[in-house]
């Protein structure tokens, strides 16, 4: 007689894996609830590397050519393609190898989310040097760098450092790990080289991540990836009238999605339900999103036969793409189980 899986299981799962099971076939069932428990269990590290190394070609690109219309005036505009081309190196590396994955990807991460920071505060000082710097905010903001661009570069350090704690989908499940003798945790160099203090609590939320317990964090990376999402397809949409209706579905699905996000932090229920169905729309948005973009660059003189030209001057094509990866976080989100009480 075959095994059914605990009950607690399959109770905690969210609803949209629910429904999804008793579509798809049996086999492609066990495949999804095998998936569905290695992602509860923390087991995930070789998927997310992958998934983090698409995330910074997405941002390394994007940053690249906005970059470029901005003639790279200040060396320090090349900061985040070179660290977005050694987080994918580093990313990919870390499906391989354990070294790279407990040592140089975070590190990486780390230092691609602090130019995020960086970043931040420089655009923030270049629209102020705009004439009429903050007087004129709105014109400013709408004319001038990408606000929240940076911050979307270090959401892809954020995933970077998670898949640095996670274990592998070949280790093993938590009930097993205990009962092995002998067998020695290792943590990340760079944890060494901090104070005592910071690292007991830090060594906690390790811990909660290797064992798939950080539900409450990811739902607040969720709302803040969905904020700044939301800003930038407000002020880029608005740069252009807002010409077509299906312009405002990002702007009106963005405070769902944080909604849904902050609600995780303290709902089980919101993070079963609502947050589930608001990113699984949202990452269906940003790929509707890809199309129209695709379809305005095809529709600028010269189309696609001066690709590289209608690129740099059309509409954003990778914008929708981050604002997709906004709906993973939440569905990632929905999968993982809460930290301990």
């Known amino acids: 007689m075959k095994a059914k899986p605990p009950m607690h299981v399959v109770q905690t799962w969210p609803l949209p894996a629910k429904w999804l099971q008793r579509l798809l076939p049996a ?30 070609l997405l941002s390394g690109l994007e940053v690249a050519y906005e970059h470029y219309i901005g003639s790279y005036s200040q060396k320090i505009m090349y900061t985040p393609v070179i660290l977005c081309c050694g987080h994918i190196l580093s990313s ?11 040592i140089l990807l975070p590190v990486m991460s780390l230092l691609l989310a602090l130019d995020g920071v960086v970043g931040f505060f420089l655009h923030i000082r270049g629209v102020q040097r ?26 892809s350090g954020f995933l970077g450092l ?10 093993l499940p938590p009930e097993l790990f205990e009962h092995v003798k002998g067998v020695r945790r290792r943590f990340p160099l760079w944890m060494d080289l901090m104070p005592k203090a910071p690292v007991r609590e830090l060594l906690s939320t390790e811990q909660d991540i290797r064992e798939g317990r950080f539900q409450g964090l990811m739902g607040g990376a969720t709302a803040l ?27 009106l699905l963005s405070p ?22 608001t990113s699984l729309l949202a990452a269906i948005n940003g790929m ?13 003189p010269g189309g696609f036969k001066k690709f590289l030209y209608n690129l740099l001057y059309g509409p954003p094509i990778f914008a929708p793409l981050l604002f997709a990866s906004t709906g993973f976080l939440g569905l990632l989100a929905s999968l993982l189980r809460r930290t301990r009480p």
């Open 130 to 155: 705009k004439p009429g710097g903050w007087r004129l905010p709105i014109f400013n903001i709408v004319m001038g760098p990408p606000l929240f661009a940076p911050l979307l570069i270090a959401t």
């Open 288 to 300: 509707l999103g890809l199309y129209y973009h695709l379809r305005g660059i095809s529709r600028r």
């Open 256 to 277: 769902l999605v944080m909604i849904a996000g902050i609600g995780t932090i303290w709902s089980r229920t919101i993070a079963r339900t609502l947050l589930p169905i």
């Open 92 to 102: 990919i590396g870390a499906i391989f190898n354990r070294w790279i994955a407990r």
């Open 27 to 56: 086999p492609l069932a066990q495949e999804e609830r095998t998936i569905i428990l290695h992602i509860r269990e923390g087991r995930f590290q070789r998927s997310l590397a992958v998934i983090t190394a698409c995330a910074s």
């Open 225 to 251: 990836s969905a904020f700044f999402s939301g800003a930038e397809a407000l002020y880029s949409h608005y740069k252009n009238n807002f010409t077509y209706k299906i312009e405002w579905t990002p702007i």
């Open 162 to 171: 998670i898949t640095s704690f996670l274990r592998s989908e070949n280790a």
